[in-house]
């Protein structure tokens, strides 16, 4: 029998685009509460103006051990209460070994290990009074599978790290009732590319093209929220530890 995620209370990080923004959509149409959290403070004013009084505005950058703790905080405290934390913000930039870049390094390790226990940390006393509480945790198929993308071994290696803690986390959680869930999501059209510099993109594409004609067409990232939604419907006492959601039908690889 599947839960409801009605009336629950849900925080959702990097929701002002993307999957996240999908998510938040889903749960909202669903009955959740949602607390948004992404850095851009205005985009994420408007669009809770839109969404209505059910989504709250929490802005952050989550690779900030207080601005992430501030954020949490505030959604419990807008909402009274917190049923679940989406860890969903993260970035990749490719690079191969010979030319990995400190900056590069440091940016994907701080927002996608680091943020996500800076907001696990602070939203764990919150849960623990929860009766359904839940982490979701998204990783990439990349953590798994080397034919996702070239260039991205760093950014593969991070979400590797994510699963690993979130299998820990499970287990060390397993008392306090709180669900852990890896959502494991292949490619999908979303801006997650779009800050990437040319030179850099070209030699990972090119690099990718030489593993074979065929890549995985993309999803949408509403295709990701149901699944995030068939996660969290899960009743109390029984997780999904992982789900991986790709795209299954092969289209041929762009070329520049
Ligand atoms: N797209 C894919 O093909 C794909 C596949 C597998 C896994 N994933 C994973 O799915 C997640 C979402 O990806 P996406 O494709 O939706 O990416 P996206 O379109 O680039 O959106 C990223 C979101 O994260 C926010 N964000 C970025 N840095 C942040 C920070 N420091 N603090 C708080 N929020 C931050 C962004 O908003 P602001 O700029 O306003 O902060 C934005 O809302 C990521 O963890 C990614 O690794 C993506």
Redesign the pocket.
Known sequence: MMSTVNGRIIAV?????????AMAKALLDAGAKVGL????AD?LESLCAELGPNAFAAP????HSEAAAKAIQSVAAHFGGLDGLVN?????RPGFADDWRDEDINAQLQ?NIA?LMYCCRAALPLLKASTNPRIVN?S??SAEHHDEMAGLSLYAAS?AAVERLSRDLRRELAHSGIGVTILR????M???A?GWEFERLKSAVTAWQRQGPWMDSGMQ?EHVAQSLLFCLQMPAGVSVDLLEVRPCTPVEKFKF
């Open positions: 990080t990097g929701a002002s685009g993307g999957f996240g923004l959290i992404a850095r851009s985009k952050a950058d989550v690779g969903n913000a993260g970035m990749a927002l943020g998204v990439s198929a979400k999501p292949g490619a999908a979303t801006d997650f779009a990232p």
